[in-house]
Protein backbone atom coordinates (compact mmCIF):
# COMPACT_ATOMS: atom_id res chain seq x y z
CA UNK A 1 0.00 0.00 0.00
CA UNK A 2 1.38 3.45 -0.62
CA UNK A 3 -0.33 6.69 0.47
CA UNK A 4 1.17 9.39 2.11
CA UNK A 5 2.93 8.90 5.21
CA UNK A 6 4.38 11.63 7.71
CA UNK A 7 8.04 12.53 6.78
CA UNK A 8 8.90 12.36 10.39
CA UNK A 9 8.60 9.04 11.40
CA UNK A 10 8.50 10.04 15.40
CA UNK A 11 4.99 11.56 14.77
CA UNK A 12 1.88 9.37 14.13
CA UNK A 13 -0.24 12.40 14.13
CA UNK A 14 -2.60 12.10 10.79
CA UNK A 15 -2.87 15.16 10.67
CA UNK A 16 0.64 15.90 11.04
CA UNK A 17 0.87 18.68 7.71
CA UNK A 18 4.23 17.38 6.24
CA UNK A 19 3.52 14.12 4.43
CA UNK A 20 5.79 12.26 1.55
CA UNK A 21 4.59 9.75 -0.81
CA UNK A 22 5.67 6.00 0.79
CA UNK A 23 8.78 5.16 -1.17
CA UNK A 24 8.67 2.58 -3.73
CA UNK A 25 10.56 0.11 -4.81
CA UNK A 26 10.86 -2.84 -7.70
CA UNK A 27 13.52 -5.67 -7.90
CA UNK A 28 14.55 -6.00 -11.74
CA UNK A 29 17.12 -8.06 -13.62
CA UNK A 30 18.59 -10.89 -11.69
CA UNK A 31 22.22 -12.29 -11.03
CA UNK A 32 24.54 -9.73 -11.21
CA UNK A 33 22.66 -7.32 -13.31
CA UNK A 34 19.80 -7.31 -10.56
CA UNK A 35 19.09 -3.77 -9.20
CA UNK A 36 16.47 -2.06 -7.29
CA UNK A 37 14.46 0.48 -9.24
CA UNK A 38 13.13 3.14 -7.37
CA UNK A 39 10.42 4.38 -9.18
CA UNK A 40 8.66 7.21 -7.14
CA UNK A 41 12.09 8.80 -5.98
CA UNK A 42 11.11 12.35 -7.55
CA UNK A 43 7.99 12.41 -5.88
CA UNK A 44 9.21 11.99 -2.32
CA UNK A 45 12.37 14.06 -3.02
CA UNK A 46 9.71 16.77 -3.90
CA UNK A 47 7.62 16.05 -0.65
CA UNK A 48 11.51 16.38 0.70
CA UNK A 49 12.71 19.59 -1.05
CA UNK A 50 15.79 17.51 -2.15
CA UNK A 51 17.11 16.73 -5.88
CA UNK A 52 16.15 13.02 -5.81
CA UNK A 53 19.67 12.18 -6.26
CA UNK A 54 20.63 12.85 -2.44
CA UNK A 55 18.42 10.45 -1.41
CA UNK A 56 19.48 7.54 -4.01
CA UNK A 57 23.32 8.63 -3.26
CA UNK A 58 22.87 7.95 0.86
CA UNK A 59 20.94 4.62 0.00
CA UNK A 60 23.96 3.64 -1.91
CA UNK A 61 26.61 4.65 1.03
CA UNK A 62 24.74 3.09 3.66
CA UNK A 63 24.14 -0.02 1.10
CA UNK A 64 27.88 -0.21 0.07
CA UNK A 65 26.15 -0.60 -3.16
CA UNK A 66 26.12 1.51 -6.63
CA UNK A 67 23.70 4.03 -7.99
CA UNK A 68 22.49 5.45 -11.45
CA UNK A 69 20.74 8.85 -11.21
CA UNK A 70 19.35 9.81 -14.81
CA UNK A 71 17.81 13.05 -13.92
CA UNK A 72 16.55 13.80 -17.54
CA UNK A 73 14.57 10.61 -17.50
CA UNK A 74 13.99 10.45 -13.84
CA UNK A 75 15.21 6.96 -13.49
CA UNK A 76 16.99 6.34 -9.82
CA UNK A 77 18.50 2.71 -9.47
CA UNK A 78 20.75 1.30 -6.31
CA UNK A 79 22.50 -2.15 -7.08
CA UNK A 80 21.36 -5.08 -5.32
CA UNK A 81 18.01 -6.26 -4.57
CA UNK A 82 16.58 -4.22 -1.28
CA UNK A 83 13.90 -4.20 0.44
CA UNK A 84 11.75 -1.63 0.51
CA UNK A 85 10.90 -1.24 4.19
CA UNK A 86 14.75 -1.29 4.42
CA UNK A 87 14.85 1.60 2.30
CA UNK A 88 11.97 3.17 3.80
CA UNK A 89 14.21 3.16 7.17
CA UNK A 90 17.35 4.97 5.47
CA UNK A 91 15.04 7.57 3.98
CA UNK A 92 13.97 8.19 7.14
CA UNK A 93 17.64 8.60 8.38
CA UNK A 94 18.35 10.37 5.62
CA UNK A 95 15.78 12.79 6.29
CA UNK A 96 17.01 13.25 9.91
CA UNK A 97 20.25 14.06 8.43
CA UNK A 98 19.80 16.58 5.39
CA UNK A 99 16.34 17.73 5.79
CA UNK A 100 14.95 18.11 9.68
CA UNK A 101 16.17 21.02 11.02
CA UNK A 102 18.63 20.33 14.05
CA UNK A 103 16.61 22.14 16.20
CA UNK A 104 12.99 22.56 15.72
CA UNK A 105 12.91 19.06 12.87
CA UNK A 106 10.71 21.08 10.80
CA UNK A 107 11.30 19.85 7.25
CA UNK A 108 10.93 23.01 5.70
CA UNK A 109 14.41 23.74 5.15
CA UNK A 110 16.70 24.61 2.82
CA UNK A 111 20.68 23.39 2.32
CA UNK A 112 23.74 26.06 2.37
CA UNK A 113 26.55 25.66 1.56
CA UNK A 114 29.26 27.47 3.09
CA UNK A 115 31.59 29.69 1.10
CA UNK A 116 34.38 29.77 3.41
CA UNK A 117 36.60 27.06 2.48
CA UNK A 118 35.44 24.22 4.52
CA UNK A 119 32.50 24.19 2.80
CA UNK A 120 30.26 23.08 5.40
CA UNK A 121 26.68 22.16 4.66
CA UNK A 122 23.88 23.74 6.61
CA UNK A 123 20.18 23.17 7.06
CA UNK A 124 18.69 26.71 6.97
CA UNK A 125 15.44 26.14 8.72
CA UNK A 126 12.31 28.32 7.27
CA UNK A 127 10.37 27.76 10.34
CA UNK A 128 12.57 28.59 13.48
CA UNK A 129 15.31 30.33 11.63
CA UNK A 130 18.00 28.56 13.04
CA UNK A 131 20.85 27.09 11.16
CA UNK A 132 22.25 23.82 11.93
CA UNK A 133 25.23 21.79 11.06
CA UNK A 134 24.96 18.60 8.77
CA UNK A 135 27.64 16.05 9.22
CA UNK A 136 30.13 16.41 7.15
CA UNK A 137 32.03 12.86 7.54
CA UNK A 138 29.03 11.26 5.59
CA UNK A 139 29.99 10.44 1.85
CA UNK A 140 26.81 12.17 1.05
CA UNK A 141 27.78 15.34 2.59
CA UNK A 142 30.77 15.78 -0.25
CA UNK A 143 28.58 14.44 -2.74
CA UNK A 144 26.23 17.55 -2.05
CA UNK A 145 29.19 19.71 -2.25
CA UNK A 146 29.85 18.75 -5.76
CA UNK A 147 25.96 18.66 -6.65
CA UNK A 148 24.42 21.31 -4.83
CA UNK A 149 20.83 21.92 -4.77
CA UNK A 150 19.48 24.20 -7.40
CA UNK A 151 18.76 27.40 -6.53
CA UNK A 152 15.22 29.22 -7.30
CA UNK A 153 14.78 32.74 -7.39
CA UNK A 154 13.26 32.98 -3.98
CA UNK A 155 16.39 31.42 -2.65
CA UNK A 156 14.67 28.58 -1.16
CA UNK A 157 14.31 25.22 -2.32
CA UNK A 158 11.65 24.24 0.33
CA UNK A 159 7.89 23.75 -1.15
CA UNK A 160 5.01 24.25 0.74
CA UNK A 161 4.69 20.61 2.19
CA UNK A 162 1.45 20.57 2.07
CA UNK A 163 0.79 22.33 -1.39
CA UNK A 164 0.06 18.92 -2.84
CA UNK A 165 -2.98 17.80 -0.11
CA UNK A 166 -5.07 20.63 0.46
CA UNK A 167 -3.54 23.89 -0.57
CA UNK A 168 -3.74 24.96 2.99
CA UNK A 169 -1.20 28.21 1.78
CA UNK A 170 -1.27 28.63 -1.98
CA UNK A 171 1.51 30.99 -1.68
CA UNK A 172 5.04 28.80 -1.52
CA UNK A 173 4.12 27.08 -4.64
CA UNK A 174 4.93 29.25 -7.37
CA UNK A 175 8.78 29.51 -7.81
CA UNK A 176 8.91 25.95 -8.40
CA UNK A 177 7.25 26.70 -11.69
CA UNK A 178 9.38 29.45 -12.62
CA UNK A 179 12.83 27.53 -12.37
CA UNK A 180 10.91 24.32 -13.98
CA UNK A 181 13.27 24.80 -17.20
CA UNK A 182 16.14 22.71 -16.04
CA UNK A 183 15.98 21.22 -12.82
CA UNK A 184 11.42 21.35 -12.32
CA UNK A 185 11.61 17.58 -12.99
CA UNK A 186 8.45 16.45 -15.46
CA UNK A 187 5.66 16.55 -12.74
CA UNK A 188 3.54 13.39 -12.52
CA UNK A 189 0.48 16.05 -12.27
CA UNK A 190 1.69 17.68 -15.32
CA UNK A 191 1.72 14.28 -17.42
CA UNK A 192 -1.80 12.86 -15.70
CA UNK A 193 -3.46 16.18 -16.85
CA UNK A 194 -2.57 16.63 -20.05
CA UNK A 195 -2.59 13.03 -20.58
CA UNK A 196 -6.21 13.59 -19.78
CA UNK A 197 -7.16 16.20 -22.08
CA UNK A 198 -8.77 14.03 -24.18
CA UNK A 199 -11.25 12.55 -21.78
CA UNK A 200 -12.82 15.47 -20.97
CA UNK A 201 -12.45 14.86 -17.71
CA UNK A 202 -11.04 18.48 -16.79
CA UNK A 203 -13.58 20.25 -14.80
CA UNK A 204 -14.37 23.69 -14.64
CA UNK A 205 -16.51 24.54 -17.94
CA UNK A 206 -19.27 23.11 -16.56
CA UNK A 207 -19.53 23.63 -13.29
CA UNK A 208 -22.66 26.54 -13.53
CA UNK A 209 -25.26 23.64 -14.65
CA UNK A 210 -23.57 21.77 -11.46
CA UNK A 211 -25.50 24.20 -9.19
CA UNK A 212 -28.98 24.44 -10.71
CA UNK A 213 -32.12 23.45 -8.80
CA UNK A 214 -30.28 22.28 -5.40
CA UNK A 215 -32.38 22.87 -2.61
CA UNK A 216 -30.06 24.32 -0.28
CA UNK A 217 -31.73 25.73 2.53
CA UNK A 218 -30.57 24.25 6.00
CA UNK A 219 -34.06 21.90 6.18
CA UNK A 220 -33.34 20.67 2.69
CA UNK A 221 -29.43 19.84 3.54
CA UNK A 222 -30.49 17.76 6.81
CA UNK A 223 -32.76 16.05 4.95
CA UNK A 224 -30.52 14.79 2.43
CA UNK A 225 -27.99 13.63 5.06
CA UNK A 226 -30.59 11.80 7.08
CA UNK A 227 -31.03 9.88 4.01
CA UNK A 228 -27.96 9.42 3.20
CA UNK A 229 -27.21 8.31 6.53
CA UNK A 230 -29.74 6.01 7.06
CA UNK A 231 -28.91 4.92 4.32
CA UNK A 232 -25.45 4.33 5.41
CA UNK A 233 -26.16 1.77 8.08
CA UNK A 234 -28.78 0.66 5.87
CA UNK A 235 -26.52 -0.45 3.47
CA UNK A 236 -23.72 -1.83 5.89
CA UNK A 237 -26.14 -3.60 7.66
CA UNK A 238 -27.44 -5.34 4.66
CA UNK A 239 -23.51 -5.60 3.96
CA UNK A 240 -22.74 -7.63 7.28
CA UNK A 241 -26.24 -9.69 6.44
CA UNK A 242 -24.61 -10.80 3.11
CA UNK A 243 -21.67 -12.98 4.68
CA UNK A 244 -20.03 -11.42 1.79
CA UNK A 245 -17.10 -13.99 2.95
CA UNK A 246 -14.14 -11.61 1.96
CA UNK A 247 -15.15 -8.98 4.14
CA UNK A 248 -16.71 -8.63 7.33
CA UNK A 249 -14.68 -9.91 9.65
CA UNK A 250 -13.39 -7.18 11.67
CA UNK A 251 -16.72 -5.30 11.56
CA UNK A 252 -19.38 -7.25 13.45
CA UNK A 253 -19.23 -7.48 15.94
CA UNK A 254 -18.75 -4.07 17.19
CA UNK A 255 -21.80 -2.89 16.15
CA UNK A 256 -24.64 -1.81 18.40
CA UNK A 257 -23.54 -0.06 21.73
CA UNK A 258 -24.73 0.52 25.04
CA UNK A 259 -27.41 2.88 24.76
CA UNK A 260 -28.46 0.49 21.62
CA UNK A 261 -27.54 3.34 18.77
CA UNK A 262 -25.42 2.05 16.12
CA UNK A 263 -22.12 3.66 16.03
CA UNK A 264 -22.18 4.49 12.45
CA UNK A 265 -25.49 5.99 12.58
CA UNK A 266 -24.12 7.99 15.18
CA UNK A 267 -21.42 9.79 13.58
CA UNK A 268 -23.67 10.45 10.75
CA UNK A 269 -25.15 12.53 13.08
CA UNK A 270 -22.17 14.08 14.37
CA UNK A 271 -21.66 14.96 10.96
CA UNK A 272 -24.88 15.91 9.71
CA UNK A 273 -25.05 18.04 12.85
CA UNK A 274 -21.72 19.67 12.69
CA UNK A 275 -21.51 20.58 9.40
CA UNK A 276 -18.19 22.67 9.92
CA UNK A 277 -16.27 19.90 11.85
CA UNK A 278 -12.82 19.53 10.65
CA UNK A 279 -11.09 16.15 9.76
CA UNK A 280 -9.43 15.89 13.09
CA UNK A 281 -12.48 16.31 14.99
CA UNK A 282 -14.71 13.78 12.56
CA UNK A 283 -11.64 11.54 13.10
CA UNK A 284 -11.82 11.92 16.77
CA UNK A 285 -15.64 11.35 16.64
CA UNK A 286 -15.15 7.98 15.28
CA UNK A 287 -11.79 6.98 17.31
CA UNK A 288 -14.79 7.94 20.36
CA UNK A 289 -16.94 5.36 19.07
CA UNK A 290 -14.65 2.83 18.21
CA UNK A 291 -14.59 3.49 14.40
CA UNK A 292 -11.18 4.84 13.57
CA UNK A 293 -10.17 1.85 11.72
CA UNK A 294 -12.93 0.79 10.20
CA UNK A 295 -13.08 0.60 6.61
CA UNK A 296 -17.08 0.91 6.75
CA UNK A 297 -16.72 4.45 8.91
CA UNK A 298 -15.47 5.41 5.38
CA UNK A 299 -18.88 5.13 3.85
CA UNK A 300 -20.72 6.83 6.34
CA UNK A 301 -17.89 9.18 6.53
CA UNK A 302 -18.17 9.70 2.56
CA UNK A 303 -21.65 10.06 2.15
CA UNK A 304 -22.00 12.79 5.29
CA UNK A 305 -19.42 15.10 4.00
CA UNK A 306 -19.32 14.72 0.32
CA UNK A 307 -23.17 15.32 -0.07
CA UNK A 308 -22.80 18.83 -2.16
CA UNK A 309 -22.08 17.28 -5.56
CA UNK A 310 -21.15 21.18 -6.62
CA UNK A 311 -18.11 21.11 -5.08
CA UNK A 312 -17.12 17.34 -4.70
CA UNK A 313 -14.42 17.36 -6.74
CA UNK A 314 -12.86 19.90 -4.82
CA UNK A 315 -13.92 18.90 -1.02
CA UNK A 316 -11.95 15.37 -2.28
CA UNK A 317 -8.74 17.13 -2.46
CA UNK A 318 -9.68 19.09 0.72
CA UNK A 319 -10.41 16.07 2.70
CA UNK A 320 -7.48 13.48 1.48
CA UNK A 321 -6.34 13.49 4.82
CA UNK A 322 -9.81 12.64 6.29
CA UNK A 323 -10.57 9.73 3.96
CA UNK A 324 -6.90 8.57 4.54
CA UNK A 325 -6.56 8.48 8.20
CA UNK A 326 -8.95 5.65 8.37
CA UNK A 327 -6.62 2.82 7.10
CA UNK A 328 -5.04 2.15 3.80
CA UNK A 329 -5.73 -1.38 3.04
CA UNK A 330 -7.57 -2.78 0.34
CA UNK A 331 -10.67 -3.14 2.14
CA UNK A 332 -10.52 0.57 3.08
CA UNK A 333 -9.52 1.75 -0.32
CA UNK A 334 -12.45 -0.45 -1.73
CA UNK A 335 -14.84 1.27 1.09
CA UNK A 336 -13.97 4.51 -0.34
CA UNK A 337 -14.79 3.80 -3.84
CA UNK A 338 -17.94 2.32 -2.13
CA UNK A 339 -18.64 5.33 -0.48
CA UNK A 340 -18.38 7.46 -3.44
CA UNK A 341 -20.74 4.75 -5.40
CA UNK A 342 -22.75 5.48 -3.11
CA UNK A 343 -22.83 9.24 -3.58
CA UNK A 344 -23.30 9.27 -7.17
CA UNK A 345 -26.25 6.93 -6.65
CA UNK A 346 -27.72 9.77 -4.48
CA UNK A 347 -27.44 12.45 -7.21
CA UNK A 348 -27.30 10.02 -10.48
CA UNK A 349 -28.80 12.60 -12.64
CA UNK A 350 -25.69 15.15 -11.92
CA UNK A 351 -23.36 12.44 -11.16
CA UNK A 352 -22.88 9.61 -13.08
CA UNK A 353 -21.17 11.58 -15.96
CA UNK A 354 -18.50 13.02 -13.60
CA UNK A 355 -17.64 9.40 -12.25
CA UNK A 356 -14.23 9.74 -14.37
CA UNK A 357 -13.37 13.16 -12.88
CA UNK A 358 -14.28 11.84 -9.28
CA UNK A 359 -12.18 8.49 -9.29
CA UNK A 360 -9.31 10.88 -10.82
CA UNK A 361 -9.74 13.10 -7.99
CA UNK A 362 -9.44 10.31 -5.98
CA UNK A 363 -6.41 8.99 -7.64
CA UNK A 364 -4.34 12.23 -7.95
CA UNK A 365 -4.80 12.94 -4.18
CA UNK A 366 -3.25 9.50 -4.12
CA UNK A 367 -6.18 8.61 -2.05
CA UNK A 368 -6.94 5.40 -3.90
CA UNK A 369 -4.65 3.68 -5.82
CA UNK A 370 -4.12 2.03 -9.01
CA UNK A 371 -4.54 -1.27 -8.00
CA UNK A 372 -7.58 -0.77 -6.03
CA UNK A 373 -9.02 0.98 -8.79
CA UNK A 374 -8.16 -1.91 -11.07
CA UNK A 375 -9.83 -4.58 -8.82
CA UNK A 376 -12.65 -3.01 -8.40
CA UNK A 377 -13.08 -2.22 -12.21
CA UNK A 378 -13.25 -6.16 -12.89
CA UNK A 379 -16.93 -6.26 -12.81
CA UNK A 380 -19.75 -4.16 -11.09
CA UNK A 381 -20.74 -5.08 -7.43
CA UNK A 382 -23.41 -4.63 -5.54
CA UNK A 383 -21.33 -4.46 -2.40
CA UNK A 384 -21.84 -1.00 -1.47
CA UNK A 385 -24.95 -0.34 -4.49
CA UNK A 386 -27.34 -1.79 -6.16
CA UNK A 387 -26.32 -4.50 -9.11
CA UNK A 388 -28.27 -2.11 -11.66
CA UNK A 389 -26.87 0.98 -10.33
CA UNK A 390 -22.92 -0.42 -9.78
CA UNK A 391 -23.38 -1.22 -13.90
CA UNK A 392 -23.75 2.04 -14.27
CA UNK A 393 -21.62 3.61 -12.80
CA UNK A 394 -19.14 1.43 -13.98
CA UNK A 395 -19.90 2.11 -17.43
CA UNK A 396 -19.41 5.87 -16.61
CA UNK A 397 -15.84 4.94 -14.89
CA UNK A 398 -14.50 3.13 -17.95
CA UNK A 399 -12.77 6.13 -19.74
CA UNK A 400 -10.35 6.40 -16.61
CA UNK A 401 -10.18 2.70 -16.35
CA UNK A 402 -9.02 2.70 -19.59
CA UNK A 403 -7.02 5.91 -18.88
CA UNK A 404 -5.48 4.08 -16.24
CA UNK A 405 -4.47 1.23 -17.76
CA UNK A 406 -3.11 2.92 -20.70
CA UNK A 407 -0.70 4.97 -18.77
CA UNK A 408 0.30 1.59 -16.77
CA UNK A 409 1.48 -0.03 -19.78
CA UNK A 410 3.71 3.52 -20.66
CA UNK A 411 5.05 2.80 -17.44
CA UNK A 412 5.39 -0.43 -18.09
CA UNK A 413 7.59 0.53 -21.24
CA UNK A 414 9.48 3.01 -19.80
CA UNK A 415 10.72 0.82 -17.15
CA UNK A 416 12.38 -1.54 -19.99
CA UNK A 417 15.46 -0.43 -21.35
ZN1 LIG B 1 13.88 25.00 12.91
Redesign the pocket.
Known sequence: MSGKINIRRDTQDTFYRYKMPRLQGKIEGKGNGIKTVLPNIVDVSRALSRPPSYATKYFGYELGAQTKNDEKIEKFIVNGAHEVPKLQELLYDFIDRFVL?G??K?PETDLIISKDKDQKIIRQ?M??G?RTDVDMRHRLSTFIVKNPPPKDKKGGQHASASATSGGANGAGEGSDGGAAGSGGDGDDFDMLASGTAGLALSEGGDDDDWDVEVDTSAEAVAERQRKLAGGASGVLATGGGNNNNDDDDDDNGSTGDANGKDPYDELGDFITANASATDREIFEKAGALGLDKKHRALVVVIMCVFEDPSTLIKDIAKRDKLLMAFGDSDKHQRAIIGGFERVIEAHMDRLLGKTPLILKALYDEEIVEEEAFAEWGKKPSKKYVDKETAKQIHKAAEPFLRWLEEADEESDDDDEE
Open positions: CDCNCACK
